[in-house]
């Protein structure tokens, strides 16, 4: 079974600033899907940024981008120039093909104006 | 049409009752997914509808059924529940049958057993 782990459950940053979430995972897979979703308090999930396990570019999207070392099983998020809106929770979760995706327990960023 | 709609928002529903979950999302998506979420914890995998058959997760209880009337329309009816089963159900799509690309989630129906 794949799990995955965030050890942050709560992080802070003050407005404009960067800030990195860390995320690990145990997989015996080779092919498989990273994702970093957003939970603010409206609830509903959002997807962040996406990353295919068989590609070494890093993805990005606008200010979102990823450390994704797969020897080391590790995808943390980086945000650049942090926003009041990207407080939130944020799950990294883990997919291979078909199997339904799995999320870790999330961690809870807060941005300082 | 870019959204996931989940009816009801809220449901508040005694043990004893029967229940159903809407789910709908009109996008095209191939495979449709259930999650529960508890207070302060991440979403667990109920069921997956893809490839036209529908995947149970084997931890999930009998009390919860799901239905797929057609490709657009997730439905999770709920008989004989139990307290704990309090939580926030989504319902995702994905665009693909294998969930690829990621899901697109609905805002979710709250439930509260009592």
């Known amino acids: 079974a794949q799990t995955v782990t965030q050890s942050q459950p709560e992080m802070s940053v003050q407005e404009a600033e960067t800030v990195t979430l860390s995320c690990t995972y145990d997989?015996?897979?080779?092919?498989?899907?990273l994702f970093w979703y957003k939970q603010p308090p409206s609830r509903q999930m959002i997807l962040v940024i996406r990353?295919?396990?068989?590609?070494?570019q890093n993805a990005t999207e606008n200010r979102f981008s990823v450390n994704f070392q797969k020897a080391a099983k590790s995808f943390s998020l980086k945000i650049s120039d942090s926003q009041l809106g990207d407080t939130a929770m944020y799950f990294c979760?883990?997919?291979?093909?078909?199997?339904?995706?799995?999320f870790g327990a999330g961690t809870r960023l807060t941005v300082k104006p | 049409d870019t959204e996931v709609t989940q009816t009801p928002k809220h449901l508040v529903m005694g043990m004893t009752n029967k229940k159903s979950l809407k789910c709908e999302q009109h996008m095209g998506h191939r495979a449709m997914y259930w999650y529960k979420q508890k207070a302060k914890k991440p979403p667990e995998l109920m069921f997956v509808y893809s490839y036209e058959k529908l995947s149970i997760n084997e931890s999930v209880p009998s009390r919860f059924s799901p239905e797929c009337p057609n490709s657009s329309l997730l439905n999770l009816h709920l008989h004989a529940l139990q307290p704990e089963d309090s939580a926030l159900y989504l319902c995702?799509?994905?665009?693909?049958?294998?969930?690829?690309?990621?899901?697109?989630f609905g805002s979710g129906t709250r439930l509260t057993v009592v």
């Open positions: 995702a799509s994905s665009q693909d049958w294998d969930g690829n690309y990621g899901y697109t």
């Open positions: 990353q295919e396990a068989y590609k070494q």
């Open positions: 997989t015996s897979e080779n092919n498989y899907y």
């Open positions: 979760a883990f997919m291979k093909r078909g199997r339904g995706m799995r």
